[in-house]
């Protein structure tokens, strides 16, 4: 059981330093696509999205 543990590939610090550096920019980006939507959907709707009886 432990050699199935030892198979696969390991990662150096270098390449997960890398790798978490990649995801966290990958992240804001989506975060920066979501609020860009947003922003378009809002002023495309026009004020009037806000204003509305519930």
Same mark, same amino acid.
């Given at each position: 059981m432990a050699d199935d543990?030892?198979?696969?590939? +390991?990662? !150096?610090?270098?390449?997960k330093r890398k790798r978490r550096s990649r995801s966290i920019a990958? %992240?804001?980006?989506? %975060?920066a696509l979501? %609020?860009?939507?947003y922003v378009v !959907?809002?002023?495309k709707l026009g004020p009037g999205v806000i204003d +509305?009886?519930?």
């Open positions: 543990e030892d198979k696969g590939i +390991r990662l !150096t610090e270098e390449q990958i %992240a804001i980006v989506l %975060a979501v %609020a860009l939507f !959907t809002i002023v +509305r009886p519930l």
